[in-house]
């Protein structure tokens, strides 16, 4: 730059104006819905206030002025959306007010977005988050009533049946819910980065949490021991997770984008930094991400996001970092080191003879049908429910489910016992009508015994209750 | 008697409002000179001669001038060097916005609450400003990211360039309460840009008033469609820029005083202009205007142009038929290059050969329209072209005569034309009805913005305006006087102001940023949602140059901050504004 002012001409401010509008290699679409009027409770750390200091450093960045980077509302999902993924007891209306459906109607907003090919790459900053609804659901469990990236992929297979899609959840929590809704599918990945479950809600998440026997090594759980630093978080993505995309060969990458890995998130005991987020983001190349949880909104959410937004674009992050960023306290330990590479060992193990395990004996049953059984805590509602869960195992398809569920309020005493029948889109013409077949039998018989009786079937795409 | 003047980039407008005993304006005088892009001032000179000549110059109560000196400056470029000195604290790359002529980065640091991070270091300051001496450079512009949440570095750093006898400082957070880094950068630069060129303009033109004995109060036209004291206009001479579309929606909005949802079209020669009444009320640009490329946080009036205007040059390529965006001339009918869409409507009859123009007499040849568009029949691939909407049969047999086919042409060309801004109205309506939004109850609650109307003005409006609303299913109206529209739109526009009031009870802190106050809230008071509204209001009362124009609020939100389940405080704003409107209402036989 000259150094003196005055020879200064027109054509040359033309260039120094002109040359300083940054935009973005990937066209990204943002689906920034901060949700300001709602709250679970006045003070609960999904309140109104959680991304207010988001959008005062988004917005101040400027970042929805950046060349190829698009700002849209979110849609509302529908009953059907909901349906598709959910069980709701008693029904959709009692479990999805119009927050979630808002919150689920972002991420579909995002999805519709990436495969019309209006942007590259959509990022959906919704709340409340999702990854901790099962299929069946009772009320609120982590902060989650319905699975928003469940619901997006189904309304994706509704036109392309099927498409392989990965999760790489990098929320602190295990993604049980999501896991759970994508357990028997073989056309899902759902990979789940999180702190090791023996220290932190939901408990769950181990390594030996593999998919179901028609979707075995589809679900991979990487636990992390508390402490656990970008150096980590990158081992497994670089090691493991980059790996097994590759060779999974996925259609679409989605990025649940939890934050509440943060060295300074009040939730969870983590050391990752913005920095670190950004670059997993580079590395992960997401065609979507959905913000999932994360509390420390005043300290590292806006870094985060900003830091997403930018990697997400293919812009430079590297300014960003936060206020009292120090690599240096933020140095895991050798002892942490070694377990997280014990753990990513043992899963490369796993994925390389993935195609040679002996399915019969690793789930231990015999005949057509595996049975499960889970207890799941809903520590938001209180509510205590006990499942079994019933595969037909199908060499042709993903067959389909048998679920019995009772759920014990405990709060009022109330409970629910139901009894469900879920038909996955493609399972083949011969387990639908053996599955329609015993849900007009349960319809008849037992009745009695359960207070409601539910159909899901996505290859009619009709639901039902009784 | 008020005054109206109205610089435009051919011609400079002014008209003289005279009021009856009932108050009741209406346009006394008009005068119209070309404009001398070199001396703007003698421009304005020449018509407040005239208009005021013969005139009681004390009954003068006041004079607003519309210019296009910010304009001009700026896009031609010419100014002095501007130093810009930035203070971005981590996040974007600053590298994008080293607009000035010369750039420091400093390593200061306010966060989002507001909090210092990490202070200036004097040393930084002292030899940024030691080097834009040096290269003799006397503007300096100081923005910090969130510095409308806490001044205190800008106001550090202009300090120390006050010391070192810098002339004219521009500081980020006078310049709006929004939040936008880098727009408050693009506009700090832009505004340091014009300020001498600014200062010299108004000391020129108070040095003739005072020549003319002249004592009425003068007002710049922003380009938000309101006015602004001279005097206040020195230290933000940017919101005068682009005033003359906001100049021409007063206009409008003063010559039909419409109270619904209506389009604004202002049909030039090369471009038409559109713009939005809903309501009565005109609409803002989001966030703000762009200028020279680059978006700002100056409050605009919304107007997008569209490259067809009356002398667009009409050419067929790859079959066919394209409209603009250049002009090479006037209409072939009055002896221009090319074909252009007023020869359309002469060939259609829908203008006569002896028209009148915002009070000019022009004089057509319908012969020489005719025979400009028959050349274009051939080229034209009759299949792929979209029919227009015409008399009935036209287009289905084969024309014969030479005038048959032209006027096929013709209808073509109205029809492209309208197409296209059909197509850019529904993209407006749908860019605004869309608009962002961050709460469940404005989601829910979006609403369709659907007008019925469209008004015009401009050159030759009245045909283009009766095909375009008939197309595209709009009823219409043409404006009288649409000659010294943008004048009177001068004349009668009310000041508008906006104030922002940011507290946060849990730092302690309340802003009234467009007054430039961050001040402590006394401990031990509980501030509330009502007090911030109660100041947004006094505040924006209080520096408005007039009484009894209603102020409305416009934003509120309160949040709670919440640590460790414990309330501590509240996070509030409040924005509060004079909108954009009529100070005189002219008698209804000038409307």
């Given amino acids: 730059?000259?150094?003196?002012?005055?020879?200064?001409?027109?054509?040359?401010?033309?260039?120094?104006?002109?040359?300083?509008?940054?935009?973005?290699?990937?066209?990204?679409?943002?689906?920034?819905?901060?949700?300001?009027?709602?709250?679970?409770?006045?003070?609960?750390?999904?309140?109104?206030?959680?991304?207010?200091?988001?959008?005062?450093?988004?917005?101040?960045?400027?970042?929805?002025?950046?060349?190829?980077?698009?700002?849209?509302?979110?849609?509302?999902?529908?009953?059907?959306?909901?349906?598709?993924?959910?069980?709701?007891?008693?029904?959709?209306?009692?479990?999805?007010?119009?927050?979630?459906?808002?919150?689920?109607g972002g991420a579909i907003r995002a999805a519709e977005l990436v495969l019309e090919k209006k942007v590259d790459k959509a990022f959906a900053i919704v709340r409340p988050p999702g990854h901790h609804a099962f299929r069946v659901v009772h009320g609120t469990r982590g902060f989650c009533n319905i699975n928003n990236e469940a619901i997006m992929v189904e309304r994706i297979r509704a036109t392309h049946p099927k498409m392989k899609i990965a999760f790489v959840d990098t929320d602190a929590h295990h993604a049980d819910g999501t896991q759970e809704i994508f357990y028997h599918d073989p056309n899902i990945l759902h990979i789940s980065l999180h702190q090791d479950g023996r220290t932190l809600f939901p408990g769950s998440g181990f390594t030996d949490e593999l998919g179901g026997p028609g979707a075995f090594a589809r679900t991979l759980n990487i636990p992390l021991p508390p402490g656990t630093s970008d150096e980590g978080l990158h081992y497994v993505l670089d090691n493991l997770v980059l790996p097994v995309l590759e060779d999974f060969k996925p259609e679409l990458v989605i990025n649940a984008a939890g934050q509440d890995n943060h060295y300074s998130d009040p939730l969870t005991n983590m050391q990752i930094s913005a920095q670190g987020y950004a670059e997993l983001n580079a590395k992960l190349n997401p065609d979507i991400a959905i913000l999932q949880g994360g509390y420390s909104i005043e300290s590292a959410l806006p870094y985060i996001n900003v830091g997403l937004i930018l990697a997400m674009a293919g812009l430079d992050y590297s300014y960003i970092h936060e206020p009292d960023y120090n690599p240096a306290d933020l140095k895991q330990s050798p002892a942490i080191t070694e377990t997280i590479k014990k753990t990513v060992e043992e899963l490369q193990q796993l994925w390389q003879k993935r195609s040679r395990v002996d399915l019969e004996e690793f789930y231990d049953f015999t005949g057509r049908f595996s049975t499960r059984e889970k207890r799941i805590y809903y520590d938001t509602d209180g509510i205590s429910e006990l499942q079994q869960e019933t595969v037909k195992v199908c060499p042709d398809c993903p067959g389909y489910l048998i679920i019995s569920s009772t759920a014990q309020h405990s709060s009022s005493f109330r409970q629910n016992r139901i009894l469900a029948v879920s038909i996955p889109r493609l399972t083949c013409d011969r387990c639908h009508e053996e599955a329609r077949v015993f849900f007009a039998e349960i319809e008849e018989k037992e009745k009695e015994r359960f207070d409601y009786i539910y159909l899901q079937d996505l290859k009619d795409d009709t639901y039902f209750r009784y | 008697m008020i005054i109206g003047i109205d610089v435009g980039g051919t011609h400079t407008d002014g008209v003289l409002l005279v009021s009856d005993l009932a108050k009741n304006y209406k346009i006394a005088r008009t005068s119209k000179v070309m404009t001398d892009q070199e001396d703007l001032k003698n421009s304005i000179l020449r018509v407040l001669d005239s208009l005021i000549s013969g005139a009681d110059r004390q009954k003068i109560e006041r004079i607003v001038l519309s210019t296009t000196l910010a304009t001009n400056t700026l896009v031609e470029k010419k100014y002095q060097p501007v130093g810009l000195i930035l203070i971005p604290g981590p996040g974007l790359n600053p590298e994008y916005l080293q607009f000035g002529d010369e750039n420091a980065i400093?390593?200061?640091?306010?966060?989002?609450?507001?909090?210092?991070?990490?202070?200036?270091?004097?040393?930084?300051?002292?030899?940024?400003?030691?080097?834009?001496?040096?290269?003799?450079?006397?503007?300096?512009?100081?923005?910090?990211?969130?510095?409308?949440?806490?001044?205190?570095?800008?106001?550090?750093?202009?300090?120390?360039?006050?010391?070192f006898k810098f002339q004219q400082i521009t500081v980020g957070h006078r310049l709006s309460g929004g939040l936008n880094f880098p727009r408050r950068v693009a506009t700090a630069y832009f505004n340091?840009?014009?300020?001498?060129?600014?200062?010299?303009?108004?000391?020129?033109?108070?040095?003739?008033?005072?020549?003319?004995?002249?004592?009425?109060?003068?007002?710049?036209?922003?380009?938000?469609?309101?006015?602004?004291?001279?005097?206040?206009?020195?230290?933000?001479?940017?919101?005068?820029?682009?005033?003359?579309?906001?100049?021409?929606?007063?206009?409008?909005?003063?010559?039909?005083?419409?109270?619904?949802?209506?389009?604004?079209?202002?049909?030039?020669?090369?471009?038409?202009?559109?713009?939005?009444?809903?309501?009565?009320?005109?609409?803002?640009?989001?966030?703000?205007?762009?200028?020279?490329?680059?978006?700002?946080?100056?409050?605009?009036?919304?107007?997008?142009?569209?490259?067809?205007?009356?002398?667009?040059?009409?050419?067929?390529?790859?079959?066919?038929?394209?409209?603009?965006?250049?002009?090479?001339?006037?209409?072939?009918?009055?002896?221009?290059?090319?074909?252009?869409?007023?020869?359309a409507l002469l060939v259609l009859g829908k203008i006569r050969e002896k028209a009148q123009f915002n009070g000019e007499s022009v004089q057509f040849n319908r012969e020489t329209a005719l025979k400009a568009l028959l050349p274009l029949y051939d080229k034209i691939n009759w299949q792929q072209e979209r029919p227009g909407r015409s008399e009935v049969g036209a287009h289905r047999t084969e024309p014969a005569s030479p005038r048959e086919k032209a006027i096929k042409v013709?209808?073509?060309?109205?029809?492209?034309?309208?197409?296209?801004?059909?197509?850019?109205?529904?993209?407006?309506?749908?860019?605004?009805?869309?608009?962002?939004?961050?709460?469940?109850?404005?989601?829910?609650?979006?609403?369709?913005?659907?007008?019925?109307?469209?008004?015009?003005?401009?050159?030759?409006?009245?045909?283009?305006?009766?095909?375009?609303?008939?197309?595209?299913?709009?009823?219409?109206?043409?404006?009288?006087?649409?000659?010294?529209?943008?004048?009177?739109?001068?004349?009668?526009?009310?000041?508008?102001?906006e104030t922002?009031?940011?507290?946060?009870?849990?730092?302690?802190?309340?802003?009234?940023?467009?007054?430039?106050?961050?001040?402590?809230?006394?401990?031990?008071?509980?501030?509330?949602?009502?007090?911030?509204?109660?100041?947004?209001?006094k505040w924006t009362e209080k520096r408005s140059p007039f009484r009894n124009i209603p102020v409305e609020i416009t934003e509120k939100e309160s949040f709670n901050v919440i640590r460790g389940f414990r309330t501590t405080g509240k996070i509030m704003e409040v924005k509060a504004q004079i909108k954009p409107g009529l100070l005189t209402l002219l008698g209804v036989s000038q409307r």
């Fill in chain 1, 1 to 104: 730059m000259s150094a003196t002012g005055k020879n200064e001409t027109p054509a040359k401010r033309e260039r120094q104006l002109s040359s300083r509008k940054p935009t973005a290699r990937n066209s990204l679409g943002l689906i920034f819905f901060p949700a300001f009027d709602w709250a679970i409770s006045p003070t609960h750390p999904e309140r109104e206030e959680r991304l207010l200091y988001t959008r005062d450093q988004v917005f101040e960045e400027g970042l929805m002025d950046i060349e190829n980077i698009y700002e849209f509302n979110p849609g509302r999902a529908g009953k059907k959306d909901v349906q598709r993924v959910h069980i709701c007891v008693p029904d959709v209306e009692d479990v999805a007010t119009d927050s979630h459906l808002i919150s689920a």
């Fill in chain 2, 106 to 163: 400093l390593s200061g640091y306010i966060n989002h609450r507001g909090q210092e991070v990490k202070p200036l270091s004097g040393s930084e300051i002292k030899q940024a400003l030691k080097k834009y001496h040096s290269a003799g450079i006397s503007n300096l512009a100081i923005v910090g990211k969130f510095s409308i949440r806490n001044p205190s570095q800008e106001l550090e750093v202009k300090k120390y360039a006050e010391e």
């Fill in chain 2, 192 to 343: 340091a840009a014009i300020t001498p060129v600014h200062l010299d303009f108004i000391r020129a033109i108070r040095k003739a008033l005072e020549q003319r004995k002249i004592t009425a109060p003068l007002f710049l036209l922003k380009c938000d469609g309101g006015t602004i004291p001279l005097a206040e206009s020195k230290e933000k001479p940017i919101a005068t820029v682009n005033s003359g579309p906001a100049a021409s929606i007063m206009g409008t909005l003063a010559l039909s005083n419409h109270q619904d949802t209506c389009l604004v079209l202002d049909i030039g020669g090369t471009t038409t202009d559109i713009g939005l009444f809903i309501e009565g009320v005109p609409v803002f640009m989001p966030r703000g205007i762009e200028i020279a490329g680059l978006p700002t946080l100056v409050r605009g009036l919304y107007t997008r142009s569209v490259p067809r205007g009356g002398d667009s040059e009409v050419r067929v390529v790859e079959g066919r038929i394209k409209v603009g965006p250049r002009r090479l001339g006037p209409a072939a009918a009055r002896g221009g290059p090319a074909p252009t869409p007023t020869d």
């Fill in chain 2, 410 to 497: 013709a209808e073509g060309i109205i029809a492209e034309i309208s197409a296209r801004i059909g197509k850019e109205i529904e993209d407006i309506l749908s860019s605004l009805e869309n608009r962002p939004v961050y709460t469940i109850h404005e989601l829910l609650a979006a609403s369709r913005i659907r007008p019925r109307m469209i008004i015009s003005m401009g050159g030759p409006a009245k045909a283009f305006t009766r095909e375009l609303a008939s197309r595209l299913g709009y009823s219409e109206e043409v404006i009288p006087y649409s000659g010294v529209a943008n004048a009177v739109g001068a004349a009668c526009a009310r000041p508008t102001l």
């Fill in chain 2, 500 to 537: 922002t009031v940011h507290a946060d009870t849990a730092q302690g802190y309340v802003d009234i940023i467009e007054a430039g106050i961050h001040r402590k809230i006394k401990p031990g008071s509980r501030f509330t949602l009502e007090e911030a509204t109660k100041l947004a209001r």
